[in-house]
């Protein structure tokens, strides 16, 4: 599995708990650690291995360019676009103990307003338990 968070942490040389700067967050650094976790998991893809890519995804143009390193590796795609209330998001953020994640409540309330597009991946129903939303996911993958 390759995460943009902690991609991101391995690009700035600190560990995976320490939180970032703000200023790693600009639109180029993410431009970058999205080419990083694609890459990786194109290269995981061709030597004939599954791969799963954790990020937001919320811009049409980061799902794009996952669905084409899939293409062009030869693989199946499954994009998956978990979703949640902001309420539910910002009680899970809040009730984070250590975790690689630097988003807070801040960022969650900055999530709501991203404009993503027309998402054409299955959109998974997150607001449930872990197990739950397991379960949501594999029933997506199925159809």
Do not use: C
Not at 8 to 20: A, C, M, N, T
Not at 52 to 58: K, L
């Amino acid at each position: 599995m390759f995460r943009s968070d902690v991609e991101r942490k391995v690009l700035y040389g600190i560990g995976e708990h320490e939180r970032l700067p703000s200023a790693s967050y600009r639109a180029e650094v993410s431009e970058q650690v999205y080419r990083i976790i694609i890459d990786k998991a194109t290269r995981v893809a061709r030597a004939g291995h599954s791969a799963i890519v954790d990020a937001v995804f919320a811009r049409a143009e980061e799902r794009a360019a996952a669905e084409a390193a899939a293409a062009a590796a030869g693989v199946e795609f499954r994009g998956l676009f978990l979703v949640a209330d902001l309420a539910t998001r910002l009680q899970r953020v809040t009730g984070r103990a250590v975790d690689a994640s630097d988003a807070d409540a801040e960022v969650v309330r900055k999530q709501e307003g991203l404009v993503t597009g027309a998402v054409t991946w299955s959109r998974v129903d997150a607001v449930g338990s872990p197990e739950q939303t397991l379960a949501n996911a594999r029933t997506a993958i199925r159809e």
